[in-house]
């Protein structure tokens, strides 16, 4: 039986189908398209599919097609066996519905009309280590706002990644499974000083740029170093908005990022703001510190500069930060490919202030907030 709305009205030829439903929406499936989504055409285990598009014919006929039971049954004229389609599975894989994501971004443009305490989510340490629904929630708002919160993290070595098994898997640099950002004299990374850091992503000469971020607060400063994040998405899509010329110059204008050290040299070339194949924002990648020259000649600099310091004012206007003071024990975590995080400048002399940070693999993250819903939505426990 159908969930959604059910097929209204069905036209076909021998070559493709259309599909009316009752709630008015259309959509209509090319034979090809139908006969290389057979079910019987996929494992019944793994769900993955047993064939190849050359293993097709080019051109499918279709002898026939009707409803049966609220399902489209097609049949074909080179005798393969009649296929049958659940409307809602039509409904959610047709060009209408697009590729929608599992679990949607929501741009938050206005950070300072946010009280993170309040609109972002948190939860306690062991909470989310007991899993279900409450994991799954929080798993779910930290890939729609990009940003979440844990409180109760033990302040040990160890409590970062206790901590993110629960969240994702751990993408190793050349600091190792984490980083300790505190002040150190003469420091490879400004990270390591006390000075303020304005908003970037981190690490954009990394292939790939690490996506997701951890910070753990050990030991925490009750005079300055407060932690201040906005969302690239949603300023991206602001800009596009205010200046579509800069936002295209942005997203066309391929940016040189360098970073040496002691032992590493990592270079990588991406835009400031990275498209989707589609035309999304797929990601956003700040990083005033290890930007290189970018190779342009005068007129395109002049040009790309514009469309930089326009995005980079963004930035620093009030209204699109939230600022937060992280307490000891609380931990945030942040999609390094869309919020832009930074800090305010602090004394270690006055007040040492120690976080511990690692990275996590997008992929993971995302997988870990689309598994633990499907769990959660069955009834069971992760
Ligand atoms: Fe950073």
């Known amino acids: 039986m159908s969930a959604g709305s059910p097929i209204g009205r069905l036209d076909w030829t021998a070559r493709r189908v259309a599909v009316e439903w009752a709630d008015g929406a259309r959509a209509d499936f090319a034979s090809i398209w139908l006969r290389d989504n057979r079910r019987e055409d996929r494992d019944p285990h793994s769900g993955q599919r ?14 026939s097609a009707r409803l049966v039971d609220g399902a489209l049954l097609v049949d074909w004229e080179d005798g393969a066996a009649a296929t049958r389609y659940d409307s809602d599975w039509l409904r959610r894989h047709s060009s209408a519905a697009g590729a929608a994501e599992e679990i949607a971004r929501k741009p938050w443009l206005e950070g300072a009309a946010l009280d993170p305490g309040r609109d972002l989510a948190w939860l306690d ?37 206790q901590a993110m098994a629960s969240v994702g898997r751990i993408a190793e640099t050349n600091y190792g499974a984490v980083f300790d950002v505190r002040s150190v004299p003469r420091p490879e990374n400004l990270a390591y000083s ?16 690490p996506g997701f971020q951890a910070l753990h607060a050990l030991v925490t400063s009750p005079d300055g170093g407060e932690s201040v994040f906005a969302d690239g998405l949603a300023l991206a899509l602001h800009l596009r908005e205010l200046a579509p010329e800069d936002f295209d110059r942005l997203a066309r204008t391929p940016v040189p990022f360098h970073y040496r050290s002691a032992d590493v040299d990592l270079r990588a070339r991406r835009p400031i703001i990275q498209l989707a194949c589609d035309g999304a924002v797929a990601a956003v990648h700040y990083n005033n510190r290890s930007i290189a020259p970018v190779p342009l000649a005068a007129d395109e600099a002049e040009r790309f500069y514009a469309a930089y310091r326009r995005f980079g004012g963004l930035l620093r206007e009030a209204r699109y ?3 937060w003071r992280l307490r000891d024990g609380d931990l945030v975590v942040f999609d390094n490919q869309r919020v832009l995080h930074g800090r305010t400048a602090f004394s270690s002399a006055r007040h040492p202030r120690h976080l511990r940070g690692c990275y996590l693999t997008r992929d993971s993250v995302q997988s870990a907030a689309a598994c633990a819903r499907r769990a959660a939505t069955e009834g069971r426990r992760t």
């Open 50 to 63: 047993l064939i190849d598009v050359v293993d097709l014919p080019a051109h499918p006929r279709i002898r």
């Open 125 to 161: 340490f062991e909470t989310l280590r007991g899993g279900g629904m409450p994991r799954a929630a929080w798993l779910a708002r930290l890939w729609q706002d990009g940003l979440a919160f844990l409180r109760g993290v033990p302040t040990t070595d160890e409590g970062i990644l």
């Open 194 to 209: 006390d000075l303020g850091l304005g908003l970037h992503t981190d690490n954009p000469y990394r292939e790939p740029v």
């Open 321 to 323: 930060r939230v600022t």
